[in-house]
């Protein structure tokens, strides 16, 4: 069974950074798509970014672009998001995804989701 439990989340002033984790197990991941989703109170759950487990092929959401990277360490089948420059507006529980294509990515598999806060 697939698990992808998120950490990393917290506490931050505007303009700082944080490092999510997102450690996977239950499978090979090999092929699989990995994604950073965000959902904020009140608000639809919002793409952030994606990674093949590859390594290859990254894409980011208009509003993180510039500001965040996604990446993974196959060894230690962990995919990270590191924000940087972090707004008020970043704040939200974000979530970790996993898919066998792009197009099921956000129907597949979730972590339960770490908190960040971003203080103005």
């Known amino acids: 069974q697939v698990q992808l439990v998120e950490s990393g989340g917290g506490l931050v002033q505007a303009g700082g950074s944080l490092r999510l984790s997102c450690a996977a197990s239950?499978?090979?991941?090999?092929?699989?798509?990995m994604g950073w989703f965000r959902q904020a109170p009140g608000k639809e759950r919002e793409f952030v970014a994606r990674?093949?487990?590859?390594?290859?092929?990254?894409y980011y959401g208009d509003s993180v672009k510039g500001r965040f990277t996604i990446s993974r360490d196959s060894a230690k089948n962990t995919v990270y998001l590191q924000m940087n420059n972090l707004k008020p507006e970043d704040t939200a529980v974000y979530y970790c995804?996993?898919?066998?294509?792009?197009?099921?990515?956000?129907?597949?598999?979730w972590g339960q989701g770490t908190q960040v806060t971003v203080s103005s």
């Open positions: 990674i093949r487990w590859s390594g290859t092929d990254t």
């Open positions: 995804a996993a898919a066998q294509g792009i197009a099921t990515l956000g129907l597949d598999y």
């Open positions: 239950g499978r090979t991941f090999s092929g699989y798509i």
